[in-house]
C-alpha cells in the first residue's frame, strides 16, 4: 500500500492543522492507521492510531484531549485533528498502516510508510 501524507505547514501555537494520509494500491478498510511524529535529533514516537473499522482510537498522552485521529474508509484516508498545538508538537508527521486490524503503540508494528509532512508551531 502506498501511503500520501499533506496538511502540514506553519501554525502559531494555539492553532490547528488537520492532516491527511492516502491510502492507495490495497483495500485500505483492512489495515489499522496510525501516526507517528519525529522531531529533530529524537526518536520516531507514537502520537495516535485506529483500527480498521474507525472503532476505539488510541492517542499518546501528550496529545491526548488535543488530538483526534479518524478515518474515511470510502476515500481510503485517515487525518489526524491537531488543535490546541504547542511549540513542543513541532515535528515531521508520519502516518502508518499495518496489515493487522488492531492498533499498535510501537514503530515495528507498521510495514507501510508515508514519507511525513512538517509540522511547525510557533511560539
Known amino acids: 500500500v502506498q501511503l500520501q501524507a499533506s496538511g502540514g505547514g506553519l501554525v502559531q501555537a494555539g492553532g490547528s492543522l488537520r492532516l491527511s494520509c492516502a491510502a492507495s494500491g490495497r483495500t485500505f478498510s483492512s489495515f489499522a492507521m496510525g501516526w507517528f511524529r519525529q522531531a529533530p535529533g529524537k526518536e520516531r514516537e507514537f502520537v495516535a492510531a485506529?483500527?480498521?473499522?474507525?472503532?476505539?482510537?488510541y492517542s499518546a498522552d501528550s496529545v491526548k484531549g488535543r488530538f483526534t485521529i479518524s478515518r474515511d474508509n470510502a476515500k481510503n484516508t485517515a487525518y489526524l485533528q491537531m488543535n490546541s498545538l504547542k511549540p513542543e508538537d513541532t515535528a515531521v508527521y508520519f502516518c502508518a498502516a499495518r496489515i493487522y486490524r488492531g492498533v499498535s503503540t510501537v514503530v515495528d508494528g507498521y510495514e507501510y510508510w508515508g514519507q511525513g509532512t512538517q509540522v511547525t508551531v510557533s511560539s
Open positions: 485506529i483500527p480498521w473499522n474507525g472503532g476505539s482510537a
